[in-house]
């Protein structure tokens, strides 16, 4: 196949006439003329190849015969690939929404809804980029119902699944649609064990697809096979949708994997390491054992910022200011003055600690009042030899584990408090919110939810606690009962706290009876921080009341993990194309003494 291949640079269009020999698996560049610029194009690409090494050595470039290098070579060739994502929308009425669930709830669609619905029944390979609250889930029930097809599925987190398919009740899904919701977990195993069986659907939500970030995890892998089969099987008539509220929390290049699954080769980076090269400045480093490698330091905020223009068509950002009329959230951080005697202990931990994570991980630990220390308990038959002190591997010879003596000491993990002025700080809230009666608390350790629980129960609080450990409920008294947490936030007639870990509960939960949120310590993991916010700042929150967020700062590791937050929080504002705004995290400052 002889054609001309046309490269844009400076300005200026080169032109390159080129042999192309396509076969099932691989497209050769037979005959290309000589030139850096074509090469760098080439290596863009996914699966390329010099055979100059092979035998018999031939001098020419290959890439893998894949959708994403098909639809790139098109564009190189003068086509326009992109002509179905560049048609004109056409939105659907608003009042082409007329559910009979929508009146019983006195609820209308609002307009980011209405622009979902309208480009997934348009566009069909999309990810709607939507803050939490603005109702992706009736978004997505609305297509599938919308779009005349009948199998679906619907993967998500474990933590968000449960909830969704309370609102698939709840808005009496035409009882056509056959659905399937699995975690991602289990998608894994599908594709993996079930994969010659596998009948694929019609379509697919990805759900929290942030999930989805990592290039390498198996998770990403299965959903990016499975959507490629849909695209193989169904063309234009599938449909590949990717839902989250925070597709880019940690960092621009976290859009990557996400495009390439909505639509391989939309963006022109064939890999994850040439995306993060054009975004992200890369120095090269040395190890001990003189090799080089290269490391990410900091991003091209020039590059970020025209990232919106690069997935528009396939990717559109909804916030809920430009759909809703709420509140801001108005951030307030409230500081202690730790005594000399904890700064001591801390300069102690930060001299002794093995390296940087597990310094910052024992200061975050004692700002919160406590110490996890490892106790021996007694002995265990080592793990490695079975508990019989050999180890065969290749040849018999004495266990590493245990040094052949069979067991070897076991621990547990024990946690040692110490003072914070962070319990103080926390009962002056929960008495400043008693009278309204649901309040939210938020913490990153199993140690601090516990001290929370009883400072909680001190102060004659129920709780709904969800932390990683089950989800529990418990009386003023403290004593455990056996109402759900959900109900006894919603039903219990008296003060109610939701206490969770962020990583645990920032799916699938509505906490707006609460309109104020504490995190009691925080973790550098901003999407869990994000997510958790907006448990509170949702459409159904007394719009009065607004939605208040409170910060502990105790010792400087907790504002070197907000500062880390919001450096976080303005990449993710740059690559949304969200420009020039305040992000919050430190609008205002209390002293603890003055929270009365």
Not at 76 to 89: A, I, T
Not at 185 to 199: A, I, S, W
Not at 505 to 533: I, P, W
């Amino acid at each position: 196949m002889q054609t001309t291949l046309r490269i844009q640079s400076n300005g200026l269009i080169h032109k390159f006439p080129v042999r192309l020999r396509i076969d099932e698996k691989r497209i050769l560049f037979d005959k290309i003329p000589f030139s850096k610029l074509l090469n760098a194009e080439i290596k863009s690409m996914r699966g390329y190849k010099w055979h100059g090494f092979d035998d018999p050595p031939m001098k020419k470039w290959s890439v893998e015969n894949h959708p994403r290098n098909v639809f790139q070579l098109k564009a190189l060739m003068g086509e326009n690939p992109y002509e179905w994502f560049d048609r004109p929308l056409e939105l659907l009425p608003g009042e082409a929404f007329d559910r009979p669930e929508y009146e019983l709830e006195g609820i209308e669609i609002n307009g980011a809804q209405i622009d979902m619905v309208s480009r997934a029944l348009q566009y069909h390979y999309q990810i709607w980029a939507a803050e939490q609250g603005l109702g992706k889930t009736l978004a997505a029930i609305e297509v599938m119902e919308r779009s005349g097809k009948l199998d679906w599925w619907y993967i998500g987190p474990k933590s968000a699944l449960a909830s969704v398919e309370l609102e698939f009740e709840k808005w009496n899904v035409s009882k056509d649609i056959r659905l399937t919701t699995m975690t991602y977990e289990g998608l894994v195993t599908k594709m993996r064990y079930d994969f010659d069986n596998l009948v694929t659907p019609d379509g697919v939500f990805f759900d929290e697809s942030d999930y989805l970030k990592n290039d390498t995890a198996h998770r990403t892998k299965a959903a990016q096979s499975l959507a490629d089969l849909i695209r193989e099987q169904r063309g234009f008539e599938g449909y590949v949708l990717l839902l989250s509220g925070t597709p880019a929390a940690k960092a621009p290049l976290d859009w990557w994997s996400q495009c390439e699954i909505a639509w391989p080769g939309f963006l022109r980076e064939g890999n994850f390491r040439a995306f993060e090269i054009r975004y992200a400045h890369m120095e090269e480093h040395e190890n001990l054992d003189g090799v080089t490698f290269m490391r990410r330091n900091g991003y091209k905020e020039d590059e970020v910022a025209k990232l919106p223009e690069r997935y528009a068509g396939l990717a559109t950002v909804y916030r809920k200011k430009d759909y809703l009329n709420l509140p801001e959230k108005k951030y307030k951080t409230i500081r202690m003055k730790p005594s000399n005697k904890v700064l001591r202990v801390a300069k102690a931990l930060t001299n002794v600690a093995p390296n940087v994570i597990t310094g910052l991980t024992w200061l975050r630990a004692l700002s919160s009042g406590f110490q996890y220390v490892r106790t021996q308990v007694g002995l265990e038959d080592c793990p490695v030899c079975g508990g019989t002190g050999e180890y065969e591997h290749p040849e018999i010879r004495v266990c590493p584990g245990c040094d052949g003596n069979k067991q070897r000491p076991k621990y547990e993990r024990e946690t040692r408090r110490v003072s914070t002025p962070k319990d103080e700080a926390l009962r002056t809230l929960l008495r400043k919110y008693e009278v309204h009666g649901r309040f939210v608390i938020a913490a990153s350790f199993q140690g601090s939810i516990d001290r929370i629980l009883e400072t909680c129960k001190e102060e004659g609080w129920a709780v709904a606690c969800v932390d990683g450990r089950g989800w529990r409920s418990y009386d003023a008294d403290g004593q455990a009962i056996d109402d759900k947490p959900l109900k006894l936030w919603r039903d219990h007639p008296e003060k109610v706290c939701f206490v969770g870990n962020p990583e645990s509960c920032r799916y699938g939960l509505t906490l707006t009876l609460a309109h104020a949120l504490v995190f009691y310590d925080n973790s550098f993991k901003a999407v869990h921080r994000l997510q958790m916010e907006d448990r509170i700042h949702r459409q159904s929150m007394d719009l009065e009341l607004g939605a208040t967020i409170y910060d502990f700062v105790y010792l400087q590791v907790d504002q070197l993990v907000i500062d880390t937050l919001k450096s976080n929080k303005e990449l993710e504002h740059l690559s949304l194309g969200v420009l020039n705004e305040s992000i919050g995290l430190d609008e205002e400052v209390i002293d603890e003494e003055l929270l009365d």
